[in-house]
């Protein structure tokens, strides 16, 4: 299964060639992304879907006086492209100015980027790629006799090229890759099913975990759910795993990025400066990580990412601004047209046995449904847990959900544990957080 | 006009004994089966906010899927480049799922007579970028004119006409042509320090003027500021196990969570689903009979054919509480011995077909709704809901209420804040001790994810009581 390369360059003279005979009367911005790979499921011991994938996009942003279209699409020959920049010039026609829009004046990419540590090409025979699913997947069968079904173990790779250019003279274009191995098991006991699932992700496939690791993980995740029980409604200091404390920190993300700022639909509107953490909570992003998951130099507009304080000491130092959002509230643009690799950290040593620092409360490692209002804070989700007493795991819990408010979720964080999750975006260890309402039983 | 026609096959040359080669390409002798899925999008979305059409956008996606069946294996490629060398290669690719054999003759049928569910005209060609632009201006006078607590309005049109063509080795030969609009609109009140939001939205398989030229659009407006200005005035709730009543229409989401997915095929052979080998078995209350229909002419979730080529139908999954059968694509009926019931569904041609729901609803029963509020003593009256999603292996599923009442002896009172309701498929139909008389299906604005693919959906009931379920409030 080899790679041929995603060619990217060729599409960079062919956009140059165009763009010169452009009407300068518009602002020009392109940005184009291609990825090709593979994907490859084996079940019950046997290849279930090999999908190849191969994917081009093209978008198109042009600004005629303050108004702006947008057009993409994904054929890529020179006469296409002139099409596709005509509808985008059209649809500027029609939409309406507003002074704040327009390109990046500033502080963009001029330049390709190497070595940025995220991309590892490598070539792997399918005949391998589906004995590591196959082996994967057997790890978790032979782990114990109630693992009675699976979803299969899937493997996937993808090499992806970006670029950008525009007409006020960025350019940036770098490579990456995606390798990533998961396995699903189900378990069953006395009639009643469960699933669960644990994955591997990296930009290089020598940094993958064994196959044989991620089959087992599954099968003692899935294990550990069985007999699950219901628990009586109560108010209790809640332990969120750092997959669970990831999607608390990506709502406090979204509550501060710039576009829900300038739209009045954020429960954090006018709290820059304001401390919205205790004091030992650090929130960094870090876009230049090496092996990052959300490494990139330069942001969808094509400016410069960088290394930032968001949260210092509880206090939130700055919004995620992009270039509309900086101009249209009057700040500095933070480079935020994506959020890259954000880091939770503590200026208090991280805890390294955090069960037993909850000692009596619920520990949640799956949380299910959209409950997060980022309007209002109002957070209320289901859940699935378990009971923790004098700093030991009892029981899986099921059938309850978790409910407060992220103001006060943000105040009431007591501890940050140190199992942080190097596969996520946002890597963050588990938070203990008190005084949250479990429903369940009466 | 079909797109595929005129600008893929004609534009390409891609004659019926071309396409033949490719499919034979894709179906050696130990392959069953194959198929090509030809799509031709062309998508546009204009929004308002902060008063001004800020920006429109318009997008083109083509391609090819090719897809190689053995039995429960998938082999799958695609391709954007519609040149027959690619589509050769792309077949080739597909194929690699078996080792291969000697390839076999191919030959296609004429292309089907298909029912139409939904007019073959694109809904972009229906109204000009002006006219566009001026509706959602007009819609945002009149909300801010209409409340002066209004701090934001967010509203967007959004039109899709998808052309696609579905050629397999059985001989089928089959075009759609699917329209799509889509109106939404989204209002901030704020009162002192307070701001809440009230959505609402409506949309199907039709043109723009059933939108821009009624009062359609002015409707949604008024509701959207209804909802947020009730929940200006919500309280925190109670948690923990209690009686809801939900409300018609949209509250159907509770179906699609509760047991739609649990009732698709593919988990149903793998034996993966909650409700795996319950055919014939009680899993509701009597009074529960819940269908599949993707026949509902010009609604959002409905298709003249499926993405496979067969049409839609309406399917009986629950008849009075007893689990009657489940949705399957080709593959999955294949493999179980029924036959296939239209519900064979995909994103795009970039990814495989799965079973999926269509449009999803509870048939009415016999209660007027006020004897069913009538009826509870201390409860909750959920009439609006935000999404949901399930765990189909153990059967737990949650949905979301945006706008909830408290009921207190027999009649709904206060407004309180958003919750999460958990419960579980395979019971909460069960506990369902009263169906309304007032079957409605929702506005069509539902969009349903699995395995990371996106469908158009429709959901729908009349008022119903579940005697018990755990809701997320905040209050012990």
């Known amino acids: ?442 | 006009m079909n797109y595929i026609q005129n600008l893929v096959l004609d534009n390409y040359d891609l004659t019926n004994e071309k396409l033949e080669n490719i499919l034979s390409a894709a179906c050696p002798k130990n392959i069953d089966f194959a198929d090509l899925y030809f799509q031709y999008t062309n998508s546009e979305g204009w929004q308002l906010e902060d008063g001004i059409v800020k920006s429109g956008s318009s997008n083109i996606d083509s391609g090819v899927g090719i897809r190689s069946v053995a039995g429960d294996k998938s082999g799958f490629a695609y391709s954007n480049n519609f040149n027959y060398e690619n589509l050769i290669s792309a077949a080739n690719t597909s194929k690699c799922i078996v080792k291969s054999g000697q390839s076999r003759a191919i030959q296609l049928g004429n292309s089907q007579n298909i029912r139409k569910l939904y007019n073959s005209v694109s809904p972009l060609d229906f109204k000009t970028d002006d006219i566009k632009v001026k509706f959602l201006k007009d819609i945002d006078k009149y909300v801010r004119d209409k409340d002066d607590r209004v701090e934001q309005v967010i509203v967007s049109l959004a039109g899709t006409y998808d052309s696609i063509l579905i050629l397999n080795t059985d001989g089928i030969k089959a075009f759609d042509d699917r329209p799509l609009v889509r109106f939404s609109i989204m209002v901030i009140l704020k009162v002192g320090d307070r701001r809440e939001r009230g959505s609402s939205g409506g949309g199907g398989r039709y043109s723009y003027d059933e939108i821009i030229d009624t009062k359609f659009a002015y409707e949604f407006a008024d509701e959207a500021i209804r909802q947020a200005a009730v929940n200006l005035q919500a309280e925190d709730g109670k948690a923990g196990s209690m009686t809801v009543v939900l409300g018609p229409g949209w509250p159907g989401v509770l179906l699609h969570e509760a047991i739609g997915h649990g009732l698709e095929g593919d988990f149903n052979r793998k034996k993966t689903s909650a409700f795996s080998d319950l055919i014939g078995k009680q899993v509701a209350s009597s009074q529960c009979t819940i269908v599949d229909d993707g026949t509902i002419s010009k609604r959002r979730g409905s298709l003249s054919v499926d993405d496979e080529g067969c049409e839609t139908k309406c399917n009986t999954l629950i008849e009075n509480g007893i689990l009657k059968g489940y949705m399957q694509d080709k593959i999955n009926a294949k493999l179980m011995n029924v036959s296939p019931t239209g519900n064979g569904r995909r994103e795009s041609y970039a990814c495989l077909p799965m079973p999926r729901m269509t449009n999803t609803f509870m048939l009415p029963g016999e209660f007027n709704p006020n004897e069913i509020i009538e009826s509870v003593k201390d409860g909750i009256y959920a009439v609006n809901f935000s999404g949901g999603q399930v765990d189909i292996t153990n059967g737990q599923f949650v949905f979301t209420a945006s706008e909830a009442y408290l009921i207190e002896n027999g009649k709904v009172t206060k407004p309180i804040k958003g919750m999460t309701l958990i419960g579980n498929g395979p019971e909460v139909l069960k506990k369902v001790s009263m169906v309304g008389n007032d079957l409605k299906l929702d506005d069509g604005v539902g969009t349903c994810g699995k395995d990371g693919q996106s469908v158009p959906v429709g959901v729908g009931q009349p008022t119903l009581k579940i005697d018990e379920i755990t809701v997320g409030g905040t209050q012990v």
């Not at chain 1, 196959?211 to 007999?227: C, F, P, T, W």
């Not at chain 1, 993300?253 to 006018?270: C, M, P, Q, R, V």
């Not at chain 1, 290394?307 to 270039?323: H, W």
């Not at chain 1, 009431?412 to 942080?420: E, Y």
Request: with cysteine; charged share 25%; glycine share 6%.
């Open chain 1, 1 to 442: 299964m080899s790679s041929n390369g995603n060619n990217i360059l060729i599409y960079k003279d062919r956009l140059e060639g165009i763009y010169k005979d452009l009407n300068k009367k518009y602002s020009h911005e392109f940005n184009l992304s291609v990825s090709n790979g593979y994907t490859v499921t084996s079940r019950s011991s046997e290849v279930e879907n090999i999908e190849y994938h191969e994917d081009m996009a093209l978008n198109i942003t042009v600004y005629n006086n303050f108004k702006k279209g947008n057009a993409s699409t994904n054929n890529l020959s020179s006469e296409n492209i002139i099409k596709t920049i005509e509808k985008a010039e059209n649809i500027s026609q029609n939409t309406q100015a507003d002074d704040c829009q327009g390109l990046p004046e500033s502080n963009f990419t001029e330049k390709q980027w190497d070595n940025l540590g995220i991309y590892y090409p490598k070539d792997l025979e399918v005949e391998n790629v589906i004995e590591m699913t196959k082996d994967c997947e057997a790890e978790a069968f032979k782990a114990d006799k109630r693992i009675s079904n699976s979803e299969g173990s899937t493997f996937s790779f993808s090499k992806n090229s970006h670029m950008i250019l525009n007409t006020n003279g960025a350019y940036g274009a770098y490579d990456s890759t995606d390798y990533s191995l998961s396995c699903i098991a189900l378990a069953e006991e006395n009639k009643l099913m469960e699933r669960d699932y644990w994955y591997s992700s990296s930009r290089d496939f020598k940094k993958l975990e064994e196959g044989s690791s991620i089959g087992k993980k599954a099968a003692e995740r899935v294990l550990s759910r069985l007999g699950a029980r219901t628990l009586k409604t109560q108010v209790c200091p809640v332990l969120f795993s750092p997959e669970m404390s990831a999607s608390i920190i990506s709502n406090f993300l979204s509550a501060i990025n710039g576009s829900a700022i300038y739209k009045k639909s954020s429960f954090l509107l006018d709290k820059v400066n304001e401390k919205i953490f205790p004091d030992f909570v650090n929130i960094r992003e870090e876009p230049l990580l090496v092996n990052g998951p959300a490494t990139r130099p330069y942001d969808s507009e094509g400016v410069l990412t960088e290394n930032k304080n968001i949260v210092d000491n509880g206090i939130l130092k700055t919004y995620l601004l992009d270039t509309y959002s900086s101009r249209k509230l009057k700040m500095d643009c933070t480079g935020n047209g994506v959020l890259t690799n954000i880091t939770m950290n503590s200026s208090e040593p991280l805890v390294s046995d955090i069960i037993s620092t909850l000692k009596n409360g619920i520990y949640i490692t799956d949380m299910m449904g959209s409950g997060a209002n980022t309007l209002t804070g109002d957070y209320s989700r289901g859940a699935f847990g378990y009971l923790v007493e004098n700093g030991e795991i009892q029981y899986p819990v099921t059938e309850i959900t978790v409910a407060s408010n992220l103001s006060q979720m943000f105040q009431n964080i007591v501890a940050l544990g140190d199992d942080i999750d190097l596969r996520n975006r946002i890597r963050t260890g588990s938070l203990l957080i008190d005084n949250i309402t479990i429903g369940g039983t009466n």
